[in-house]
C-alpha cells in the first residue's frame, strides 16, 4: 500500500533509512524534530510503502511553491523489482500536481548505481546543463554513509 506519510511512520522510515547500503543520513534533518519540520512544511507530498506492517519504501517529497524535490527515495532490498518505487514516485508526483508544481528535481549520488538505473529506466533525464552547488548553514548538520 502507498500512502501519504506521516509523523507515526518516523521509526520505520529510519530503520529503513539506516538498512539501506550507501545512504546519507544527516543528523539534524534526518532526525525526528527534521522530518515532523518537513512533514509539517509539504504535509501531503512525501509517501511511504507499508506491506505487512512493515515501511518497505519512502520518498520524502517537498516544494517551493515553484519546483518539487524529491530527497530519500528508498525502497528496502527485499521489496524491490515489484514496481514499488515507480509506484511512491507516481504518488508524489501526483500531489505535487495537485500543488500546481510543473517541474521536479531528485539529486542522486553518483556512485548509487542501482538508484541510477532506476531513474533513468523511468523516464527521469540526467541534466548535463548544470552544476549542483551546496552552501552549509548548520556545521552541526553532520551526514553519515551507511557502508554496510
Same mark, same amino acid.
Given at each position: 500500500m502507498i500512502r501519504?506519510?506521516?509523523?507515526?511512520?518516523? +521509526? =520505520?522510515?529510519?530503520a529503513l533509512w539506516t538498512k539501506i547500503r550507501g545512504f546519507g543520513l544527516r543528523s539534524v534533518d534526518d532526525s525526528r524534530e527534521g522530518i515532523e519540520r518537513f512533514l509539517r512544511r509539504n504535509p501531503t507530498t512525501s509517501v511511504v510503502a507499508v506491506e505487512d506492517g512493515k515501511v518497505v519504501g519512502s520518498i520524502l517529497c517537498g516544494? +517551493? =511553491?515553484?519546483?518539487?524535490?524529491?530527497?530519500?527515495?528508498?525502497?528496502?532490498?527485499e521489496y524491490r523489482r515489484r514496481g514499488i518505487g515507480k509506484a511512491m514516485v507516481v504518488k508524489a508526483m501526483e500531489e505535487l500536481k495537485k500543488e500546481e508544481?510543473?517541474?521536479?528535481?531528485l539529486i542522486?549520488?553518483?556512485k548509487n548505481d542501482i538508484g541510477n538505473a532506476?531513474?533513468?529506466t523511468i523516464g527521469w533525464t540526467k541534466r548535463q546543463d548544470l552544476n549542483y552547488y551546496d552552501f552549509v548553514l548548520n556545521e552541526k548538520n553532520i551526514t553519515a554513509f551507511n557502508e554496510q
Open positions: 501519504t506519510m506521516a509523523m507515526e511512520d518516523y +521509526d =520505520g522510515v529510519y516544494h +517551493d =511553491g515553484r519546483r518539487g524535490c524529491l530527497y530519500h527515495v528508498c525502497v528496502d532490498e508544481i510543473n517541474k521536479v528535481c542522486a549520488f553518483t532506476f531513474w533513468n
